[in-house]
């Protein structure tokens, strides 16, 4: 059983970054396939991108190319995602997911407001 | 990239009634296709994985089948707690979620 713990909310102002964690416990995190999912007030779910901190390199929707940054540090067990230029429209959920390619198991998610 | 698209959009059923749910791939994704629930304020939860796998805990009135570009989840008595949004997921390379289907109480 993987828990997974994320960082709190986050207040931005538009142009600016934010860095969200997440916490592994319970596993062997280095194999696991771990996903970032973006959900928009009232919106569906979206496959932002995803690593596996043995393999190291992290791959990205395309929609999210050029925006975001997900990374692994294996000396703590946690994954990040930054998000840079951040505008109005980037308001959302943000979780956290692991698993073998579909996702069993997943973070309590990090709601990001950008606002002036 | 594989869009993933769910229909219908809202579903209206009553509690105890069977519920179909669908999902189409735009190119075949063979079985490596998930179904999740999401109730407001939650994390999405696993229902379906390898498009008829239940997971860990997960009632045996959800179902899955399909392969390759489509797929259904079928509740097959829906129960109070069964109301919800459902998204199905292909994890075949780069992931792609579907938009969704609201399961409404009729």
């Known amino acids: 059983q993987v828990q997974l713990v994320q960082s709190g909310a986050e207040v931005k102002k538009p142009g600016s970054s934010v860095k969200v964690s997440c916490e592994a416990s319970g596993g062997t995190f280095s194999s696991y396939a771990f996903s970032w999912v973006r959900q928009a007030p009232g919106q569906g779910l979206e496959w932002v991108g995803g690593?596996?901190?043995?393999?190291?390199?992290?791959i990205y929707a395309q929609k999210f190319q050029g925006g975001v940054s997900i990374t692994a540090d294996e000396s703590t067990n946690t994954v990040y995602l930054y998000l840079s230029s951040l505008r109005s429209n980037d308001t959302a959920m943000f979780y956290c997911?692991?698993?073998?390619?579909?996702?069993?198991?997943w973070g309590q998610g990090t709601l990001v407001t950008v606002s002036s | 990239e594989i869009v993933m698209t769910q229909s219908p959009a809202t579903l209206s059923v009553s509690p105890g009634e069977r519920a179909t749910l669908s999902c189409r791939a735009s190119q075949s994704v063979s079985s490596n296709l998930a179904w999740y629930q999401q109730k407001p304020g939650q994390a999405p939860r696993l229902l379906i994985y390898?498009?008829?796998t239940r997971a860990t805990g997960i009632p045996a009135r959800f179902s899955g089948s399909g392969s390759e570009t489509e797929f259904t989840l079928t509740i097959s008595s829906l129960q109070s707690e069964d109301f919800a949004v459902y998204y199905c997921?292909?994890?075949?390379?780069?992931?792609?979620f579907g938009q969704g289907t609201r399961l409404e109480i009729k």
């Open positions: 997921q292909h994890y075949n390379n780069w992931p792609a």
């Open positions: 690593i596996i901190p043995m393999v190291g390199s992290a």
């Open positions: 997911a692991v698993g073998d390619g579909y996702n069993d198991f």
């Open positions: 390898g498009a008829s």
